[in-house]
């Protein structure tokens, strides 16, 4: 339906879409912590046999949906029209128009990501139901990225269902990729757990999380085993360098575990949008 739309409808379209969807987002990355903090609690207290004081009061719904927007800094209710992606943010000056705080420059950094992403998937892939599943997979890594810079958590229920969204991705427009994606997905995590482990072997410490090997087995879902090495290269290097150049500008920062999701996301980003060339001059590279 939208291949068929002219451009001059198209691009508005996908503009607005991108950033909606952005703003959709924040509201997944400011909340789901939170969700997943209080459900954790919850579980650890009911199996202690902990009777929690605010049991007896009446529980206030905290989810996706409700409470509606609110100002960060004095929960003050955001007006519908404040609340528009990108334009209610510049419409204020990035302040709450009660308290007159500053809100976050993520809200309108995720938002202009969203819409880059789906600019981009479009561009490259067209408007077609194959697009939708790669907007669909680069926006949850937005997302995982997003999360895992605020809270260093990359929660399984986003990673996991990647995974397998990855599996269905092949299964319905690349059937003979499948048998590549479940390597990829079984060499994604194997990869990153043996080194967990030698690491922790030799320095006697963690250098990353559970959720990092289910990350990268869901870009092996979608990518296959062929294009795992070329996105370790991508997301260590990009580590590195920004790792290097974060604690040279800040040397307070000196020894602060740094995620390693973000850059993961940057990677398989960089593959799905434009894997084919790039694993072609790589592998040029290789022989």
């Known amino acids: 339906m939208f ?14 879409l991108g950033l909606c969807l952005g703003s959709f987002l924040n509201v997944v ?25 605010r049991d007896e009061e009446s529980p206030t719904t905290f989810n996706l949906i409700t409470p509606a927007s609110q100002c960060p800094a004095c929960n003050t209710p955001i007006a519908w029209h404040d609340n528009i992606p990108l334009l209610g943010y510049v419409k204020r000056r990035g302040k709450c128009a009660n308290c007159d705080q500053r809100i976050s420059l993520q809200y309108p950094m995720i938002e202009l990501a969203g819409m880059a992403l789906v600019a981009a998937v479009i561009a490259i892939h067209g408007a077609s139901l194959q697009s939708l599943f790669l907007v669909g997979a680069c926006l949850t890594l937005l997302a995982l990225a997003a999360i895992d810079f605020r809270t260093q958590l990359l929660p399984d229920i986003i990673t996991l269902p990647l995974l397998w969204a990855g599996l269905g991705y092949q299964l319905l427009f690349q059937p003979l990729m499948l048998t590549s994606a479940v390597i990829g ?3 994604g995590y194997l990869s990153l757990w043996s080194f967990y482990w030698l690491f922790k072997l030799i320095t006697g410490k963690e250098g990353m999380g559970y959720g ?21 290269i991508l997301s260590a290097g990009a580590g590195a360098v920004i790792g290097i150049l974060v604690q040279l500008a800040m040397p307070r920062l000196r ?11 940057m990677a398989g980003w960089i593959a799905l949008l434009a894997g084919a060339p790039l694993q072609a001059a790589y592998l040029g590279l290789m022989s």
């Open 3 to 16: 291949a068929d739309l002219p451009p001059s409808l198209l691009w508005p379209l996908v503009i607005v």
């Open 185 to 187: 997905a079984m060499a």
């Open 255 to 265: 020894g602060t575990p740094m995620p390693f999701g973000p850059f993961l996301a």
């Open 29 to 53: 990355v400011t909340r789901l912590p939170v969700m997943l903090m209080q459900g954790w609690r919850a579980e650890a207290r009911e199996a202690l046999e902990l009777q929690d004081e």
């Open 212 to 232: 990092d090997f289910k990350l990268l087995a869901a870009l092996g879902a979608w990518l296959g085993w062929q294009t795992l090495p070329m996105v370790l």
